[in-house]
């Protein structure tokens, strides 16, 4: 991402002042560390789970948190540590691809609505609003219920709804970035207009894109999550987080840390990105920062 | 006042419940499988009879018009899976239970959260102000399917306080109200905090201070006013994640609400039942919003010119 620079000007790169100003945060560097931490280990999980999902020990069955289980077992016998680690291997899955199609859906459509401007951009932005108002969870649930239910249709369905935010960004941006000499320059230079967005102003809006697009990971993690709660999203036997707190929630009558455990993980990884956001806006946006 | 609304039911509304109502229908009838499909020990024959019945063995086109015909004389057809009962009938019925949740958690989540911005905007950097960001952040994170279990748990299955579920007594509103509140107590905390720490540098805010009205009451009364612009334009996009966070209550406290009607219906590919409970959202939502900007011009003197300009 870092660009080339001139030697003989001694300046700092925005990349350089936002990565001072990022680890100046200690509320972000904390959600940071405990979020490499948790994404680590659940890659990892084939070597650092103890013990294998598939695992099960129906004569043990729902057991408390002790030695042999770290954080108890389920139902079936299954150790709850290894599945919230593999559960988070699909939680995180769904979390960074989900967002990377609202990323190219929102620059898509905002670029193209700034750039364009006029009529056009009047009617792209107007559909942008009217979808606001709609909830488009419920296009989302009509997806998975009618149509087979893939991981594939999961990423598509969530990243086609939470793109909104994204495009309104962009289109701000572009339309600013529009009037610059360096744009007048390069169609002095006659370079088209797709190039000119591709080479010229996206290059520019990589800030706001990037810190909306770490707001938008949680977004997405929490509503996959509401999915699999309600049994419309990842289905079984694999899982999510989203689908251990459904289990949990069942069984916390008599098992209640089936509930508490998975319940924990989720909220302190969307508390992390929600802090690593936040801090990554204020890195790159001082100005802009939380009121 | 009266043009205001309506251009906007023509312009707007007409226009953005025409384009629901065609894509709902042409995703639930482009999807593979049938409202009978389920049940598989169902003759060809009766199949047929069925199919023939509601309508579904005519050209998609005809059922498409025919279906629009019926939505703007009021009626929603048959549901697939209630036989005899119609879908408006059983919207009717399960609507004001969903009604009468959304209220409760709308209501705790603005007075809490407003109160909750009071307190961090009255000393920013304070502790106080400090205790709530924490407790904005908590609700955005902590979210209604794992916040309303843990509460059953701790509040219901523990200490006995209260039913595990249900929707007869009054005390079973509380934990359904809470769990579905929450997130917008956190939201509305944050934007009032925001609208208030701007306001106060106003100088009309400066005036009332020098005419040595009590700090409290310049900000409760004079501040307030106009900070509360972004809370309620927020409520539009508020009612419509109360609606989808009622999907999730509904089934935690087994409420007999719309919003558990709709993921039934889901699951059974109640065709009839989707679409008008889709409709019906629609419609509440878009009523929603044009009530949102009605209160925000009505707040902001500046904006009341705009309701007779455009809609």
């Known amino acids: ?291 | 006042m009266i043009t205001f609304i309506t251009r906007r039911l023509f312009f707007q509304t007409v226009p953005s419940l025409f384009l629901i109502v065609t894509v709902a229908f042409f995703l639930i009838r482009l999807a593979p499988g049938g409202p009978f499909a389920s049940e598989k020990s169902i003759s060809p024959e009766v199949l047929k009879q069925l199919n023939t019945h509601y309508g579904l063995d005519k050209p998609i086109l005809v059922q498409y018009t025919d279906y629009l015909k019926n939505v703007v004389r009021g009626d929603l057809g048959p549901s697939f899976k209630y036989p005899g009962r119609n879908v408006t009938e059983l919207i009717a019925e399960a609507f004001p239970v969903s009604l009468e949740l959304g209220v409760y958690a709308l209501l705790f989540a603005i007075l809490a959260g407003i109160g909750a911005g009071l307190l961090a905007a009255s000393k920013p950097g304070g502790a106080r102000d400090y205790l709530s960001t924490i407790l904005s952040t908590s609700g955005i994170c902590i979210p209604s399917f794992v916040l309303g279990p843990l509460l059953v748990l701790l509040f219901g299955l523990k200490l006995g306080l209260v039913n595990v579920s249900g929707w007869s007594s009054a005390s079973d509103r509380i934990l359904p109200s809470l769990s579905l509140g929450m997130v917008y107590v956190a939201y509305i905390a944050r934007l009032t905090r925001g609208g208030l720490l701007e306001t106060m540098v106003q100088d009309y805010i400066r005036t009332a201070r020098a005419k040595g009205i009590p700090e409290s009451t310049v900000m409760i009364k004079h501040a307030l006013r106009g900070a509360l612009l972004p809370v309620v334009s927020f409520l539009g996009p508020a009612a419509a994640g109360l609606i989808t966070g009622s999907f999730v209550v509904e089934t935690i406290f087994s409420i007999p609400g719309l919003g558990r009607f709709f993921v039934t219906a889901a699951f059974n590919r109640d065709y009839t039942m989707i679409m008008g409970t889709v409709i019906f959202y629609a419609i509440v939502i878009i009523f929603f919003n044009t009530l949102v900007d009605i209160t925000q011009a009505l707040l902001d003197p500046r904006l009341r010119s705009k309701l007779n300009e455009k809609a």
């Open chain 1, 1 to 291: 991402m870092k660009k080339p620079e001139p030697d003989n000007i001694a300046g700092n790169s925005l990349w350089k002042d936002a990565t001072r100003r990022f680890t100046a945060n200690r509320l972000a560097m904390a959600g940071l560390i405990i979020l490499s931490v948790l994404v680590i280990l659940c890659i990892l999980a084939p070597l650092v789970a103890p013990w294998s999902v598939d695992v099960q020990n129906l004569s043990l069955g729902a057991s408390a948190p002790g030695p042999g289980h770290l954080l108890g077992t389920d139902i079936l016998g299954r150790d709850l540590f290894s599945r919230i680690l593999y559960g988070g291997q699909i939680s995180f899955a769904v979390g960074l691809c989900a967002t990377l199609v609202s990323v190219l859906i929102g620059v898509s459509w905002g670029a193209v609505a700034g750039w364009a401007g006029g009529r056009t951009d009047a009617v792209m932005m107007r559909i942008v609003d009217m979808a606001y108002a709609f909830p488009f969870t419920i296009f989302v649930i009509i997806l998975m219920v009618f149509f087979e239910r893939s991981l594939l249709l999961l990423f598509a369905a969530i990243g086609a709804v939470e793109w909104l935010t994204m495009a309104r960004i962009v289109r701000g941006q572009v339309m600013s970035l529009k009037s610059r000499e360096f744009i007048d320059a390069a169609k002095g230079l006659g370079l088209s207009n797709t190039r000119i967005i591709i080479r010229h102003v996206l290059p520019n809006i990589a800030g706001p894109v990037i810190v909306y697009a770490t707001l938008t990971v949680p977004a997405v993690m929490l509503l996959e999550a509401f999915l699999s709660f309600l049994g419309l999203g990842v289905q079984p036997p694999a899982s999510s987080w989203g689908i251990l707190i459904r289990e949990g929630a069942e069984a916390m009558e008599e098992y209640p840390w089936l509930l508490i455990f998975p319940g924990t993980v989720l909220s302190i990884t969307l508390f992390s990105l929600n802090f690593v956001g936040d801090g990554l806006r204020d890195a790159f946006d001082p100005r802009s920062s939380k009121e």
